[in-house]
């Protein structure tokens, strides 16, 4: 008899997840937990629980209150086994993920054969808006065309010639190859070499006696996430900084903050997605990230905590103008989206072209000792570069964003 | 081409590159060439070590750390060996494997919640925290202090097993435990004290290597695979062996940088395998229970 | 090969004979259970396509443990050949061959090739050292999965493949369908362990047995010892690597990640806790154990890795012959609360 009643319950408290299930909205979050990346899913996290937090206190979405499944995205394959799951069984209705482009890609793909809506937030990669891009996928973080198209114009103020150690993968080798590109345009700036390094390297001394022997006035570091923090350990170790100017394309907050407050001075200039000085409302953001993580890694979001904001945002924005939850409705608005609250200094565009969530680029540079204002307060903006002046030129997209079948 | 210059201080740097990976390796080889254990946990160790370094550089300094962290890894090698390991001798080496492979996931896991995700930065000693102009080349002062102190630590360690009585106990054991058993010598005691020394070792080379290649979570796994193969080319179960094969990978490193920078992650495999095709049980390998 | 057949060792062929026959009834039941799989797996809240990773993997450990368990060979490089198997589908069908059949076939071939190419260099070494090596060419392997963007397409890797209707003229199936293709990677998987069981119970794999117990004996006997351990790497990657070209279908795309060393260990590590190194069935329990397990937890916890670490700590302290131990001890102790007295009948048994 115990047994029985026992399924009743059982019963019961299914039946009322379901309804639960149904009554909210639910985003599916495959964000790197764990491994290499594991630092970037916390911000992530942040980002994501600010933009809902504000969402659902703002009654939520076509009335409905917003929830967030988190998982760890691991590796590729890991990652859609996931998705399938929180799709069929768990009801997900959009997906967020992060874990750079290689799960990306993955969940591009995945995004365009369920017919799903999957919005990546941290990787850089130009195949993302080309030949990757489809009909269900949209890229939150600029592409290496954007980057280069802000950040070249400034390194080529430094100095006359320059090297590149490039990241020996598809985000390295396209960063160097689109500043290449900048640089044959701007002219007068000459490329002394290039080492490719490969991923996973620990150990750079090798390198790094290879590049102060090339003599280069300006050091391009295309080293992404999981390699970076220890080569700006080393390039502060070996002193390279005194010979030439290190200029980092895009630096993460995290990797910075994760070498010591000290150890920056050494970049000289730097390419970062956000800065809290560059508008009112990025300093809004800020104080209320603070307020609401005092305890967090990072005293100041970072643009991967911004991303994912802003990501979720656009994303139940859309959805709420469509009226809908369906792909097709929430799609057809999200290539039309503007977002006003951009944290930037412009709005937020999508462009319908290639799914690239176009938005400003900030360029910055180390701020004296003397005039910080707190322990984080480590760079000042020299630049911000509107999205829609850096962003490639639409008739360049060749992607087909059409719904396929 | 590279000039001279160039090539002198490349292979230079590829010496004392050697000599770190060497110390790294020397805790792992010891514990597979003594106790016939794959320790996939060894990694891990050297992961604690650099943490601990982390947490206890802001109360005792870098000096303090470098002898307490070190220490603390020893004695949680030490109840490692007590809880877990000490109950599958006897059992095919696989086994540790799988265990010690559990022990580094949980590890991993463990050191997250305790430190965070983020990479952390551990500061080189005041004495050693610039470079050195020398004219030809401009070096790193902490890889000069760390090279000595892996020297050392080496040196230290080969003198502890070669010439120390304890070092004789512990090579007796091995070759026949059952006649050290009946010497009245304690088995078990002797295996928890081999286990917990070379964690300590493995947390050593973390505390050297913290300041160089930044403190995160996953920085065990790197440090186990080149530790792997250091051993098979060293010859398993030789002290100086894993030495040698530091060097080498060392070495072998800085010329791939100069000539084919691209596959310079590829040098450690292809040195492993040729080595491994030539001299059967490694460059200074002897039989070993483990064939 | 046709030296093989030639030097049947005549001793352990008698009492096979008597043991085919529980073996075909372990097929058998093996047969009921996969049939069912994805009916189960959705009631502990799991999507059914788990079913499909669950059996692939299991292909994937039981031709790993024609080394480790059979021959006594651990090798630490086994995802080499199951993705080089998966690079096999991928690539074929970027160049436009799309049919399932000789995709598969040529992952098999693949997986075969790259293993006898790497067996001919390792087949002489064993134990420690074999493992060692075997590490080392199935990092090499990765390098150039990772390195060689125009074939292999990177760290990102080949995604977009598509799964085919395979049209039998009176029916049509579509392999898109989740249900579909778990029944023919069943259908796939199950012919595939018959093939092995039959090389394993083979003569040849008699003499395999003999290396695993002393491989200085069976070169007495006159074996050339090298030349069968080859030939057992060459099978036990052909279908590895037929296991790797269905975990391209299963996943619509190869990722380098297939061929790093991780993966590797994995296989050994679900080999292992299933019981391998004396059970032919036991990887399959393995497999499913891990696949599951880290699905399940990680659907609960973020802290996914610590549960998954432990589990596998537990397993090898408290059942050292792997999760079947685990399995019988559960039910002699249910069985213990239910009866006293087939608890005593146990106990009596055992007593003997």
Redesign the interface.
């Known amino acids: 008899m115990k047994f029985t009643k026992l399924a009743a319950i059982a019963l019961i408290s299914l039946g009322a997840t379901a309804t639960y299930a149904q009554d909210s909205v639910k985003i599916g979050a495959l964000i790197p937990l764990s491994g290499n990346y594991g630092f970037l899913g916390v911000s992530e996290r942040y980002g994501i629980d600010m933009a809902l937090e504000e969402i659902n206190a703002g009654g939520g979405v076509l009335g409905r209150q917003v929830e967030v499944q988190y998982e760890d995205s691991g590796t590729a394959a890991q990652a859609t086994r996931k998705a399938t799951r929180m799709l069929q069984n768990d009801g997900v209705d959009f997906f967020v993920n992060g874990g750079g482009s290689s799960v990306s890609t993955a969940m591009a793909e995945f995004a365009a054969r369920n017919k799903v809506i999957d919005l990546a937030l941290d990787p850089n990669s130009e195949e993302l808006v080309r030949g990757k891009a489809n009909r269900y996928f949209f890229l939150v973080p600029p592409p290496s065309s954007m980057i280069a198209n802000a950040f070249v114009p400034e390194v080529a103020k430094l100095g006359d010639s320059v090297f590149f150690l490039t990241h020996d993968y598809s985000y390295g080798i396209a960063q160097t190859t689109e500043q290449r590109r900048v640089l044959e345009e701007i002219g007068d700036v000459e490329e002394v070499g290039e080492i490719r390094i490969p991923l996973g390297t620990r150990d750079f001394s090798s390198q790094i006696i290879a590049v102060r022997n090339a003599k280069p006035d300006v050091l391009i570091v295309n080293v992404a996430g999981i390699d970076s923090t220890a080569l700006l350990e080393q390039i502060w170790e070996f002193g390279l900084y005194n010979d030439m100017q290190v200029a980092i394309p895009l630096l993460d907050f995290e990797d910075s903050w994760a070498i010591g407050a000290d150890k920056n001075e050494m970049i000289a200039l730097a390419g970062v997605e956000w800065h809290y000085n560059i508008s009112d409302k990025a300093q809004a953001f800020k104080d209320r990230y603070q307020e609401k993580y005092p305890n967090a890694d990072f005293p100041v979001p970072t643009t991967n905590s911004v991303n994912a904001y802003l990501g979720v945002r656009i994303l139940l924005q859309a959805a709420e103008a469509a009226g809908s939850l369906e792909s097709e409705a929430v799609v057809k608005q999200l290539e039309t989206m503007t977002l006003e609250e951009s944290l930037k200094m412009n709005p937020l565009t999508v462009r319908a072209a290639d799914h690239q969530i176009v938005q400003d680029f900030v360029i910055v540079k180390v701020k004296p000792e003397a005039e910080r204002e707190a322990d984080y307060d480590l760079y000042e903006v020299v630049t911000v570069a509107a999205g829609a002046d850096i962003v490639s030129p639409e008739a360049e997209a060749t992607a087909d964003m059409s719904a396929f079948d | 081409m590279p000039g001279f210059v160039e090539i002198v201080s490349q292979l230079t740097n590829g010496v004392i590159y050697g000599l770190i990976l060497a110390l790294v390796a020397v805790g792992f080889s010891l514990v597979l060439g003594v106790m016939g254990i794959i320790n996939f946990a060894h990694g891990l160790l050297f992961a604690l070590g650099a943490y601990l370094a982390y947490s206890l550089q802001f109360h005792v300094g870098y000096f303090g750390a470098l002898v307490i962290a070190p220490l603390i890894v020893g004695m949680i090698g030490i109840l490692m060996e007590f809880v877990f390991i000490r109950r599958l001798y006897g059992r095919d080496p696989l086994f540790v494997l799988v265990l010690t492979f559990g022990v580094a996931m949980a590890g991993e896991e463990i050191i997250q919640l305790i430190w965070g995700k983020l990479a952390r930065s551990v500061d080189a000693p005041a004495f050693a925290d610039s470079f050195i102009d020398f004219g030809f080349i401009i070096y790193s002062e902490y890889r000069l202090f760390m090279a000595a102190a892996a020297a050392l630590i080496i040196g230290a360690t080969w003198y502890l097993l070669a010439k120390s009585p304890l070092g004789s106990i512990i090579r007796a054991g091995t070759h026949d435990p059952e006649m050290v058993s009946i010497l009245g010598m304690n088995l078990p005691l002797i295996r928890t004290g081999v286990f917990g020394f070379t964690a300590l070792l493995g947390g050593a080379a973390g505390v050297v290597a913290a300041p160089l290649w930044s403190v995160r979570p996953t920085m065990g796994l790197d440090a186990l695979l080149p530790a792997f193969l250091i051993v098979v080319i060293g010859g398993m179960g030789s002290f100086w062996g894993s030495v040698l094969g530091g060097l080498l990978v060392g070495v072998a490193n800085a010329i791939s940088v100069m000539f084919f920078p691209r596959f310079a992650d590829l040098t450690m495999y292809v040195l492993a395998a040729v080595v491994l095709l030539y001299w059967p049980r490694g460059l200074l390998g002897k039989k070993s229970v483990l064939e | 090969m046709t030296q093989v057949d030639t030097n049947t060792p005549p001793a352990p062929a008698r009492p096979m004979a008597r043991r085919q026959g529980a073996m075909a009834a372990k097929f058998a039941a093996l047969l009921a259970v996969l049939l069912v799989l994805p009916f189960i797996v ?1 009631l502990i ?6 079913a499909s ?1 669950i059996v692939i993997y299991s292909l994937f450990a039981i031709a790993f443990n024609i080394l ?1 368990g059979f021959t006594g060979l ?1 090798s630490f490089g086994h995802a080499a050949f199951f993705g080089t198997g998966a690079y096999m589908v991928a690539i074929l069908q970027y160049q436009g061959i799309e049919n399932t059949a000789v995709a598969l076939l040529t992952a098999a071939l693949g997986g075969g090739i790259a293993a006898g190419l790497v067996g001919v ?1 390792v087949c ?6 074999f493992g ?2 075997t ?3 199935g ?2 392997f990765f ?1 150039v999965a ?2 060689w ?1 125009e074939v292999t397409g ?4 080949l ?2 493949l598509t799964r085919s209707t395979i049209d039998l003229g009176f029916a049509a199936f579509d392999l898109n369908d989740q249900m579909t293709f778990y029944y023919f990677v069943l259908l796939v998987f199950f012919l595939s362990i018959l093939v092995i069981w039959r090389i394993l119970s083979s003569p040849f794999g008699a003499v395999l047995r003999g290396i695993k117990e002393n491989e200085l004996r069976v070169q007495y006997l006159g074996y050339p010892a090298y030349l069968y351990k080859w030939a057992a790497i060459t099978i036990s990657g052909a279908f590895s690597g037929l296991a790797g070209g269905l975990f391209a279908y299963y ?3 190869t ?1 380098p ?2 061929v790093f ?1 991780v993966q590797s ?1 994995n296989v ?2 679900a080999t ?2 299933g019981g391998g ?1 004396n059970s032919f069935f036991g990887p399959i329990l393995g497999a499913a154990i891990f696949v599951g397990a ?2 399940l937890i ?2 609960y916890t ?12 537990s ?3 408290f059942f ?1 012959n792997g999760i079947p131990q685990a399995v019988m001890r559960l039910t002699s102790w249910i069985r213990g609360r239910t009866g006293a007295q087939d608890a005593d009948k146990a106990s009596e048994e055992t007593g003997k």
Do not use: C
């Not at chain 3, 002489?124 to 050292?129: D, L, M, Q």
């Not at chain 3, 973020?302 to 700590?313: A, N, T």
């Open positions: 959705p809240g799991m999507n059914v396509g788990i990773e480790l651990p260099l002489k070494k064993r134990g420690i050292y060692l090596l590490l080392a060419f990092q090499m390098i990772l390195r963007d990177g760290e990102t890797g995604t977009g996943q619509y795309a990722y990640e297939f060393w260990g050994v590590v292992l806790i190194l880290e699905d990680s659907s973020e802290h996914w890795m610590l549960f998954f670490g432990l589990l596998f700590i397993v090898v302290i050292p």
